[in-house]
């Protein structure tokens, strides 16, 4: 059952929090905040199928738009609208925090992920674990223009969900990236996927799969 309901949170101080929150059937304690790429947002057919998947597994599930999509319906990020967007999903594992007592994981799609990334090497306690789905390492064509300064001040494990066909990084310029950073890491690649990641082809197994590499590295964790 495919259960959530829409969520607010406009606390003082904060930047506002909207998305769509998924409660398991069964009560679990940890929580994952998950957003969107540039080009789009918390309905996103990958979100949307990754959170389902998760609160079947027994996440509470919080997928949210970044600021910027909430200030914007359509269209890319501005120049500048980074740090309002870490801000903002500091902002929503806040809410989450006063929610659960458990540990709450952050993840996003491409640009998403990659400022998730950056509000975790910036602040090591945010989040418990990070999922970074399709990470955009460098622009397209572009692969000397990396996005990996911050990598070398990650302090939490992270799960890396890339494609083979990902024109943002190679499997080995992934590779190559990840050691990088000194926290525990793991690639999972995945088989005639872009970008998206999700595809008629996969879309019954990837979201499966993924959650299974995720919580068993989240179980190393805590052990």
Known sequence: MNAYREFRDDSPNEVPVRGFLHGPS????????????????CNSPL??????????????????DLPFRQARPHGPPPRGSAERDQLGLRAAVAAMRRQTSGRVFLGGHSYGGRQASMLAADEPGVADKLLLLSYPLHP?????????????????AALFVHGLRDGFGSIDEMTAALALIPAPTELLPVASAGHELL???????LPKIVVQAFRSLAYDLAV
Do not use: M, Y
């Not at 009560?27 to 947002?41: E, K, P, R």
């Not at 609160?55 to 949210?64: I, Y």
């Not at 595809?199 to 197994?205: A, G, I, L």
């Open 26 to 41: 069964s009560v679990g304690d940890d929580c994952l905040v998950l957003t969107h790429g540039a080009g789009a947002n």
């Open 47 to 64: 979100l949307v199928t990754l959170a389902n998947e998760f609160c079947a597994s027994g996440l509470t599930v919080l997928r949210c």
């Open 199 to 205: 595809s008629k082809r996969n879309v019954n197994e």
């Open 140 to 156: 397209p064509q572009r692969p000397s223009e990396l996005r990996t300064a911050h990598f070398p001040r990650l302090q939490v």
